[in-house]
Nanobody, 123 residues
């Protein structure tokens, strides 16, 4: 069973930065889409950012939640199928458990979730 291993969470002061990483525990076929989600206490899980794979005629694209656009950057290492989230200018409201997601919609299809990593931003 493939697992997604997340790292990089922790405690940081407001205005600081953190970089999250997410890598599969074994080799997998390249995902079509990769993303970061977060869930704060008492709230539903929400999308933070996604990145898609381009094709021979299209470029991949990124998408961000309005609340993080301009502060967070999602990126990927295609060779390693590793996902990153660079978080700058962190705010207390960014405190949450962050989950990574890898999805492939062509055969072999799959969808994997990470176990979650805690990000706590103090004032």
């Amino acid at each position: 069973q493939v697992q997604l291993v997340e790292s990089g969470g922790g405690l940081v002061q407001a205005g600081g930065s953190l970089r999250l990483s997410c890598a599969p525990s074994e080799s997998i076929s390249s995902p079509n889409a990769m993303g970061w989600y977060r869930q704060a206490p008492g709230k539903q899980r929400e999308l933070v950012a996604t990145i898609t794979t381009g094709t021979i005629i299209t470029f991949g694209s990124t998408n961000y939640a309005d609340s993080v656009r301009g502060r967070f950057t999602i990126s990927r290492d295609n060779a390693k199928n590793t996902l990153y989230l660079q978080m700058n200018s962190l705010k207390t409201e960014d405190t949450a458990v962050y989950y990574c997601n890898l999805k492939r919609t062509t055969r072999p299809t799959y969808e994997y979730w990470g176990q979650g990593t805690q990000v706590t931003v103090s004032s």
